[in-house]
Structure formats: structure tokens, C-alpha cells
DNA sequence: ACAAATAAGATATGTTTAGTCTTATATCAA
DNA sequence: TTGATATAAGACTAAACATATCTTATTTGT
């Protein structure tokens, strides 16, 4: 796998918004000066992420992002894989069918429960855990 | 990070020299061939692994590559760093400088914990193991 | 109706990957 | 010492992907 840029700021932008307050109608235009993303990049990432369910936009004047539920809920590696896919480490634990002999293949194995490990433990981090580790580092 | 083509070629081409017993000297044709690698593309990768010290190449007529070592002293980690750098996952963990807040950036913490378990992991599998697995698997 | 704001598709642009081509060099054996 | 075999090394190419930007359309509030 690889952290894009689009996935990185995908994190920022989720993060900002959770910041902000759970509630919070934020406008593109601060997210993208505060988090510092390139504004109609900005846009693309965030279709993304309303497809997904994790935030909401709201067009039209006074529009805006708005985080769907609690930052408690949202984990990271939910928010990346919605911009850059499934993590994998290599084609072939991803497509079995892409490394012929995935089934007596041992380098697989060892890449298989490699993601396995990464995804978990991305999937254990929330944006709630994040602004409290934030918190802690600021305080 | 990312396992590249050429990451993936440098496992197959370390372990199809493992298979062969720690003393073979393996021509380069062979080692393409039976390990499916462009052969042009393998020579690239195999410099990259002398250079490190993994294998030896030997030149002229009669040449080819041999491990420098034995498997079970070459570990995972050690290949594909030699091919792709260090794995990281993304670019603020790697150089701290290219996030303008890492000191105070909570994500940060989470890629770098979560890179340090990948490493760690890839660390302690050796070319011995995946040999031992594949035996098992074939068995 | 107008201004503010996002949607969506088309279009660059730059970087990386993956691989090939070519020329040079090294080694062995007859 | 010559020819065949084999790798070394740098230049080069093609394709894929990342990272946007541009343009036009649509939605919403006043």
C-alpha cells in the first residue's frame, strides 16, 4: 500500500472537522486554508468521503462539510481506504490470482498477516483518539 | 511504502537462491526463468543485492549469483530496503520535516508506531523460514 | 434574480515504475 | 589469443499513477 497524498489529507480533513466539533458546518474553503489542502482537490477527497458515509456536504450558499457521526466512530484506516482502496502490501495478498502459485506460496503467507496486523491496527485508532492524543501533546 | 515489481523480484530471486542451497552458483538466466523476472531487470535488482552484500555475482562465462550468506541470516526486511528504502508509510514519518507540525501532530504517532510493528515484523522472517513454510505447505 | 457554494467531467503535468537497448567489461575454454 | 558466454552500467522509453487545475453545471439561501 502507500499513503497518498489524497490520503493524507483525507485524514486532515476528517481531523479538522472533528476538531471543529461534531455538528459543525464547516466550509470548504476553511478546511482547505486550515488543513492546508488544495481547495477543488479538496472537493474530490470529500465526495469520497460523503460516498462513504463518513461526512456530509451540504451545497449551495452557506454549504459545507460536516462529519456524519461521532469522531469516536470514524477510524483511520476507514478514512484511507476510502480514498486510496483496501490497503495491501503487494498484488498478490490483494489478487490471489495474480501470484500463480499464491496457494504454496510462502512470501504470501508473511504478507497476508502483515496487512492483516497494519489494517487492525489502523482500524484501532479513531479521530476521537486523535484529537485526545492532540490534546495531550498540545497540553 | 510500497512493494514494487522490483521488490517482489528481489524476494523471488533471494529465495529462489535459498532453494537452491546456500553454495549454488546460479546463472542469471536461470533464475529469470524459473523465477519468472525479466532477465535485464534482474540484473539491476541483483547489482542492488551485491552491493548490500546479500548475494555475490560472479562475472564472465560459467557466472551467475550466489547467496553471500545463509538463509537464515537474510532477513525480509533486509531485501526489500535494499530495493525500495526504508519502508515507510508515509512521507512526514520518513522526514520529519516535510509535516510542518510533527511535533504536535498526533497521525504522525499513529504511522510511526504503526511502521516500527511492520518493520519489526518483516524483520524476523528469514529466507530459513520461508523455506521451512514452503516445505511444510508443499508437505 | 443573484450570489455563494459544491458537483462533475475533461484536461494537463509531473513523477515513478517497469522495462528495454546499447555498449563495455570480465571470464573461461579451446 | 580468439571466440563464446556472461554480467555491468548508463541511457532511454512507455505506461501508469498521482496531483492537481479548469470549466461548466447545479444547488441553495437571501
Chains 1, 2 share one sequence.
Not at 2 to 27: F, H, K, N
Request: charged letters at 25%.
Amino acid at each position: 500500500m502507500r499513503l497518498t497524498r489524497a490520503g493524507e489529507y483525507a485524514v486532515r480533513c476528517v481531523l479538522y472537522l472533528a476538531r471543529r466539533g461534531p455538528g459543525a458546518l464547516v466550509s470548504r474553503k476553511e478546511v482547505a486554508e486550515e488543513a492546508d489542502i488544495p481547495g477543488q482537490f479538496l472537493a474530490k477527497i470529500a465526495q469520497q468521503l460523503a460516498r462513504q458515509g463518513i461526512i456530509e456536504i451540504m451545497q449551495g450558499a452557506g454549504g459545507g462539510y460536516r462529519l456524519s457521526t461521532d469522531p469516536d466512530r470514524i477510524t483511520m484506516l476507514e478514512v484511507i481506504e476510502t480514498i486510496i482502496g483496501e490497503i495491501a502490501l503487494n498484488d498478490c495478498v490483494l489478487r490471489p490470482g495474480s501470484c500463480g502459485n499464491s496457494d504454496i506460496c510462502a512470501v504470501h503467507r508473511v504478507w497476508g498477516e502483515a496487512q492483516a496486523r497494519l489494517r487492525d491496527h489502523l482500524n484501532g485508532v479513531t479521530f476521537a483518539d486523535l484529537l485526545a492524543e492532540e490534546e495531550r501533546l498540545r497540553g
